[in-house]
């Protein structure tokens, strides 16, 4: 029975430790990309006033030693995982803007980009358009540098088209990018019941049946 024992506590020994499964080292991106996803789930979950560091650690198979080594505070894991999904979608938007130089189907390209960011991760959505960190000085700064670079995009290619003045050019940027801000967080309210390909060509329609009021001088 001793030799039985003894045999038993040896061969726990060699089993791994929860702890050290819990740390396995991983290339530094491969980390701070898996605890960027983690935190995502949990702020999607319970805001960022209710999540909690240790909560994230564990949804990210860690010990909280590790995520604290990658970001110091939530806050800083917060403002992380929000300029990785702005700089997406700064990406996605200019992208579409620029894949044309046909103007009505570039209309058409920006609003279906949008719509299919949505559509492809709601919970990035929510987590820069509905946080309740929202105002904040720094996220709400992070929200306007977006805002701004994806408006003023539009706008140089409405005053290079139409001649219109700056600012009345950046009028109607700001009013084309809110348009597929806001419709694009009602269509996420009706669950799938509306076809997303449908939304965002009734959002291209109505844009396009506006700005080309606006007619192209040479």
Known sequence: MAEQARAQQEASARQPRTGSARSARL????????????????????GYHGAAMDEIADTAHVSKP??????PSKRELYLALLDSHLAALT?????????TTDNKERVKAVMRAYYHFIAGD?????????????NDPDVSSRLETFNRTFSDAVASVIAEDTKLPPMEAQL????????????????????GNLDLDV??????????????RFPKET
Do not use: C, K
Not at 91 to 99: E, P
Not at 123 to 133: G, I, K, M, N, T
Not at 206 to 212: K, Q, T, V
């Open 27 to 46: 290339p530094r991106d491969e980390r701070r990309a898996q605890l960027l996803n983690a935190a995502q789930e949990v702020f999607v979950a319970n």
């Open 66 to 71: 590790v995520l604290y080594q990658h970001f």
């Open 91 to 99: 990406d996605l938007m200019l992208g579409a803007l620029n894949s």
């Open 122 to 134: 709601d919970q990035a959505h929510r987590l820069v358009f509905e946080s309740d960190l929202i």
């Open 172 to 191: 109607l940027g700001r009013g084309l990018t809110g348009m597929a801000q806001i419709s694009a967080r009602y269509w996420l309210e009706t669950n």
């Open 199 to 212: 939304a965002s060509d009734l959002i291209y329609r109505l844009a396009w049946r506006g700005i080309s």
